[in-house]
Structure formats: structure tokens, C-alpha cells
């Protein structure tokens, strides 16, 4: 999610959180987070994934609905750490499939000194957290050929939401290209996933890591993802013959600068994509 809409939910969010401390009520009849509303939901469990990620699995209020969320969504977290007078308001996307009923699940990087990330990953199970939906960009299967997906660190999440809603749709025939920049090996926490999805999925979609600093083993190329590495993985619009290929970004503020640059000067301009086909979470 851009800077400037996080900045928005949140001013918003801090005002409509004290209407929400006085009056919350959800229909028993629909999801959950199917409409805008803020809700408190119970820590299930916690699950380390390597050395700085954590999976938290949230219990919905009803096991037999799923969360109502839809592609692409994320849900903005309130807390107030430490007894902070103020909430601390931070954006993640649940990486479970969103049609699964009961529970919710996030993978949170911690980041040092991040005062929600510390937070989060101090949780215990039987603890709450307070959420909120967001929208961002709302997907229409077999509207492009073709969505590459762009991403840096922990901005990955949004990318496997929606990669693996596009291929568990058996009508949705978009060609997906995932582009993952990492720091260290240990840092493609979702390469199992991604694998079974390039089996299940031969032709329609392909993922390449590119890692600053690879073990001496590593199958991975080095570097950042840069033009050459997006060109490598087939994501030079001059190229290809698609041309309604759709970009998303996420990641680190540098990487998308550098990506998307100021008037038409960034790497995907050079490759030739148009602002209106790039999207950045």
C-alpha cells in the first residue's frame, strides 16, 4: 500500500478506532470483514519461519466463514504497544486463501525498532489484535494476459495473495512472472510454496529470486532487481508481444523509486511500460 493512502487509513483509522472502542457490532449473517468495520480477533498460534518471520494464525468469529476478504486485500492492524497512548496502525495481507473459513493468517517480518512488528511478534497465543479491511487493487480474472509481479523483502505478501487466488481460479488464464529481490537466501521464506505452485501451474507461472548477499551454494543470481534481471525473466514490454501487461510493485521505498522514477525515467519506463499499467501496493 502507497505512502499516501497508508498515511489516509490511518488518520482516518485513529478517529473511527475510538467510535470502534465504544460500538462494534458484526451481522451473524455475513463474513466478517465483508464491509468496512474494526473487529477484535484471538491469537490461534504462532509458527517461526526463519530467523526474523512469523506466521499468526487469527481465529475468525465464525469457524464455518471465511474472512470476506477479496482480491487483493489487506487489513489494517491497531494495537497500542506498551501502553502507548496512541494506536500504532500498520497495513498487512493475510497470506492464507481467502476462501478458507475460520482463521486468517500473517506472515510479519520484525523489523528492528518497528513498533508494530515488535509488537505483533511479541503476541502469545490467546492474545487479540484489532483489525480493519482494506481494499487496494480490485482483480478482474483474465483482464490482462499477463500481471508481473515485482517484489523486495516482506512486500512478497501481497504477491502471493494474489498469485495463488489467479492460479487456484481454474477460469482465471493469466500468465503470472513473479520477480522476488531479497537480502540472504533465508529471506525466500515462501519458496516451497511458490515451487508447488510453478508444478501445478507449468507455462503459467514462473518465479525468479534475485538475493544481495546468496550463501556460496545458492542457486539464485546475485544483485537487485534490476533492468537486466527483469529483462531475464521476460518482462521487457518492448519484447513482448502482450500489450496489457499489468506491473505490481512492493517493496522497499528505493526499489520502487527506482523502478518507477519521476516522469517516465525509471527502469520500467526503459522497458517500456506505460504509468497506467504499473500499480504499486
Known amino acids: 500500500m502507497s505512502t499516501q493512502v ?9 478517529g473511527a478506532y475510538a467510535w470502534y472502542l465504544r460500538s462494534s457490532s458484526t451481522s451473524g449473517d ?18 517461526l519461519i526463519n ?17 470476506g476478504l477479496s482480491l487483493t486485500s489487506a487489513l489494517l492492524t491497531i494495537s497500542f504497544p506498551k501502553g502507548r ?24 517480518k520484525l523489523y528492528p ?19 480493519a479491511p482494506i ?3 480490485a482483480w478482474t480474472p483474465n483482464k490482462h494476459p499477463h500481471v508481473a509481479l515485482i517484489a523486495g523483502g516482506a512486500g512478497i505478501t501481497p504477491m502471493y495473495q494474489l498469485a495463488r487466488g489467479i492460479l487456484n481460479n481454474p477460469a482465471d488464464q493469466t500468465r503470472v512472472t513473479l520477480v522476488w529481490g531479497v537480502n540472504m537466501d533465508e529471506d525466500i521464506f515462501l519458496r516451497d510454496e511458490f515451487a508447488a505452485l510453478e508444478r501445478s501451474h507449468p507455462g503459467q507461472f514462473k518465479a525468479v529470486y534475485v538475493v544481495a548477499a546468496p550463501a556460496a551454494e545458492s542457486p539464485h543470481q546475485k544483485g537487485f532487481v534490476t533492468k537486466q534481471v527483469l529483462e531475464g525473466a521476460g518482462l521487457s514490454a518492448k519484447q513482448s508481444k502482450d500489450l496489457d501487461v499489468k506491473v505490481l510493485i512492493c517493496g522497499p521505498p528505493a526499489m520502487e523509486k527506482a523502478l518507477k522514477g519521476k516522469k517516465g525515467t525509471g527502469v520500467l519506463a526503459e522497458l517500456g511500460y506505460r504509468p497506467d499499467q504499473v500499480y504499486s501496493f
Do not use: C
Open 6 to 14: 497508508a498515511i489516509t487509513v490511518a488518520v482516518a483509522g485513529i
Open 30 to 47: 455475513k463474513p466478517v470483514f465483508s464491509s468496512f468495520g474494526f473487529h477484535s480477533l484471538r491469537l490461534e498460534s504462532t509458527e
Open 51 to 67: 530467523h526474523n518471520t512469523k506466521k499468526l494464525r487469527f481465529e475468525l468469529p465464525d469457524k464455518s466463514k471465511p474472512s
Open 85 to 108: 497512548w496512541f494506536p500504532v496502525l500498520r497495513p498487512y495481507t493475510p497470506v492464507n486463501d481467502l476462501s478458507e473459513p475460520g482463521y486468517i493468517e500473517l506472515m510479519v
Open 113 to 131: 525498532g518497528g513498533k508494530q512488528s515488535t509488537h505483533l511478534h511479541s503476541l502469545e497465543p490467546g492474545d487479540t489484535l484489532t483489525f
Open 135 to 137: 481494499k487496494e487493487l
